[in-house]
């Protein structure tokens, strides 16, 4: 799979390093942009990223309750979907306590016609013989994220502060470009449904 394969270039970057530093290295995997992606199918009510897998939760009345998947100190991305609403993305910051939150009740209904596209532009971290890391290390702003519809016109949206970004399109089938270089392959985008594409530029494994 291809972070395995980013994960396996990083660990030879840090080898050759290491024979320079004995505090350790940080090797950072840029190739190539991975998405991680919900279609708009799900059913789910909720979804929880951790900077590798994107995971559908289970809300009761409303509610969620669940151990933070990520370790202290990093960050992951719950997602709230509703169909014919914006959806609304919370990144927390795992500290060593569960979490608790109540589903926002103040989700802005769609257009007619159409559907959203929303997530979060991060680089990750996995490793670590002394201390164990894993979630996302860093959020990216200012990553210009594109869709070109059928008939080639354009429509596009910044990363904000926090990393995350949105937008609402027309129904339809999109081809998705990231930073105006990278093409992220075609979505379909139907009414009323939230599609998910986080976007992660790189990955770092530390010792």
């Known amino acids: 799979m291809l972070m395995k394969k980013i994960f396996a270039s990083a660990a030879l970057a840090c080898a050759a390093l290491l ?84 589903r926002p009740d103040n989700a802005k209904q769609l257009d007619a016609g159409a559907g959203f596209i929303a997530g979060v532009v991060y680089r990750s971290v996995r490793g670590g013989k002394l201390s164990y890391r894993k979630g996302i290390s860093d959020l990216i702003k200012g990553s210009w994220i594109s869709f070109t519809d059928s008939s080639g016109k354009t429509f596009g949206t910044e990363s904000g502060p926090d990393g995350t970004y949105g937008i609402s399109l027309h129904r339809g089938k999109y081809r998705m470009t990231i930073d105006g270089q990278r093409e992220a392959g075609d979505l379909l985008l139907k009414e009323g449904a939230t599609v998910i594409k986080n976007i992660g530029k790189g990955a770092a494994l530390i010792d």
């Open 19 to 102: 024979a320079f530093s004995a505090a350790g290295c940080q090797a950072a995997a840029a190739k190539k942009d991975v998405i991680t992606e919900s279609t708009g199918e799900d059913t789910a009510g909720a979804f929880i990223f951790d900077g590798f897998k994107l995971s559908p939760l289970t809300l009761h009345s409303g509610q969620l309750s669940f151990a933070p998947p990520v370790t202290e100190g990093n960050y992951f991305a719950v997602f709230f979907v509703q169909n014919g609403y914006e959806p609304s993305v919370k990144l927390l910051k795992a500290g060593k306590d569960n979490i608790k939150m109540d």
